[in-house]
């Protein structure tokens, strides 16, 4: 069975300091890698997506990808108050089946 | 581009009672999913749909559910004799084709007294 795991958290870390959310997943299979935002209440909302080893950066957000270690990670700089929420990681294998979850970390921002 | 649409927002209904939801995925996206997440889960793959066609149902699909994309563009969600353990959100979400990114709806929230 195809698996993401991720540390439920919370993660708590103060205002302007870097958040790093980490993912892990079983399936060597899997292609592609997204994180979604959830805020509480809401649904979750794309804000990143990585398919290549290495490093994706898209203003505070850097995404970290390393397939031989079957890792996946966020970071968010200048961490805000409004990036409080609960961070999904989610992959896609190359075939028809649909994405698979982890169960999210909560993201706390101490003003 | 309006986004993924769902409807109701919040349905709350008794033990035993039907219900139904409906998603509009976005514009020419040809792949739908209907997804439940409950509390400190993540969302948990229900079924999607590529065009008209169901190509695959999650165990967790009880014979109590089922759902529908009849013309391709929107979907339904049925839940016959809803049990407390119904009580989730149901996300919808809709993609372009396999290799798209996929976007969700804002969701029905369900809470089955």
């Known amino acids: 069975q195809k698996e993401v795991e991720q540390n439920s958290g919370p993660l708590s870390v103060p205002e302007g300091a870097i958040a790093s959310l980490n993912c892990t997943y079983s399936d060597r299979g899997s292609q592609s890698f997204f994180w979604y935002r959830q805020y509480s209440g809401k649904s979750p909302e794309l804000i990143m997506s990585i398919y290549s080893n290495g490093d994706k950066e898209d203003g505070r957000f850097t995404a970290q990808l390393n397939k031989a270690s079957q890792y996946v990670s966020l970071l968010i700089r200048d961490s805000q108050p409004s990036d409080s929420a609960t961070y999904l990681c989610a992959s896609l294998d190359s075939g028809n089946t649909p994405l698979v979850f982890g169960k999210g970390t909560r993201l706390s921002v101490i003003a | 581009d309006t986004g993924v649409s769902q409807d109701p927002r919040h349905k709350i209904t008794k033990r035993g009672q039907n219900v139904t939801f409906r998603c509009d995925p976005i514009s020419e996206h040809n792949r739908l999913y209907w997804y439940r997440q409950t509390l400190g889960q993540g969302p948990e793959f229900l079924t999607y749909?590529?065009?008209?066609?169901?190509?695959?149902k999650s165990r967790l699909l009880s014979d109590r559910f089922s759902a529908e994309r009849p013309k391709g563009s929107f979907s339904t969600l049925e839940i016959q004799r809803t049990e407390q353990g119904d009580s989730a959100m149901y996300l919808c979400?809709?993609?372009?084709?396999?290799?798209?990114?996929?976007?969700f709806g804002n969701g029905t929230r369900l809470t089955v007294t």
């Open positions: 979400a809709s993609s372009l084709d396999n290799r798209s990114l996929i976007h």
């Open positions: 749909f590529q065009n008209e066609a169901q190509l695959e």
